[in-house]
T-cell receptor, first 113, second 115 residues
Framework: NAGVTQTPKFQVLKTGQSMTLQCAQDMNHNSMYWYRQDPGMGLRLIYY???????DKGEVPNGYNVSRLNKREFSLRLESAAPSQTSVYFC????????????FGPGTRLTVL | AQTVTQSQPEMSVQEAETVTLSCTYD???????LFWYKQPPSRQMILVIRQEAYKQQNATENRFSVNFQKAAKSFSLKISDSQLGDAAMYFCAYRSETSYDKVIFGPGTSLSVIP
């Protein structure tokens, strides 16, 4: 039982490049989330998926797109990376409506030059 | 909109001593959940303790306990018998009963443990 996995762990991009961050969970959770973590700001929600087939914007969605490929996988895409997107990205999952905690992946450190 | 504030960017504690991390939040809702997460240098986010707002009793998990003051909208974390492994960033988080898909995190408190 791996929990929540994320790939890659580190990535360096040039401005304007695109990339996809992958996230998968093996806990049969319904809801999945993408956060970014910046110094002094805690975690901010980018997008979430309450259940398979649905996605919704969070607090900071601009510049990102997501895909809930199936129940297990939730990817985050940067179409044209900008230096302001330099951050640590976390994926998380929960059982669903009545949950007690979010389970987090190990994070991806992204640098945009 | 809900907000979560952690007024102590950095704290330190002597090993085996007790430390309290502060958290305040703003909400107009009556039912919600509060959490403390720990993030060690490995970056992995780990749930430390949770509190349901409808429960008057303060949550306790081994050396970790909270002081939940609903009227004051305060949710502090007490770590007793501090250990070197407690050194980490600690985040306070809020989740409303209705917006179950969203969790609001505070900016974090960096805790150092002095041997």
């Amino acid at each position: 039982n791996a929990g929540v996995t994320q790939t890659p762990k580190f990535q360096v991009l040039k401005t304007g490049q695109s990339m996809t961050l992958q996230c998968a969970q093996d806990m049969n959770h319904n809801s999945m989330y993408w956060y970014r973590q910046d110094p002094g700001m805690g975690l901010r929600l980018i997008y979430y998926s309450a259940s398979e087939g649905t996605t919704d914007k969070g607090e900071v969605p601009n510049g990102y797109n997501v895909s809930r490929l199936n129940k297990r996988e939730f990817s985050l895409r940067l179409e044209s990376a900008a230096p302001s997107q330099t951050s640590v990205y976390f994926c998380a999952s929960t059982r669903g409506i009545s949950y007690n905690e979010q389970f987090f992946g190990p994070g991806t450190r992204l640098t945009v030059l | 909109a809900q907000t979560v504030t952690q007024s102590q960017p950095e704290m330190s504690v002597q090993e085996a001593e007790t430390v309290t991390l502060s958290c305040t939040y703003d909400t107009s809702e009556s039912d919600y959940y509060l959490f403390w997460y720990k993030q060690p240098p490995s970056r992995q986010m780990i749930l430390v303790i949770r509190q349901e707002a409808y429960k008057q009793q303060n949550a306790t998990e081994n050396r970790f306990s909270v002081n939940f003051q609903k009227a004051a909208k305060s949710f502090s974390l007490k770590i007793s018998d501090s250990q070197l492994g407690d050194a980490a960033m600690y985040f306070c988080a809020y989740r409303s009963e209705t917006s179950y898909d969203k969790v609001i995190f505070g900016p974090g408190t960096s805790l150092s443990v002095i041997p």
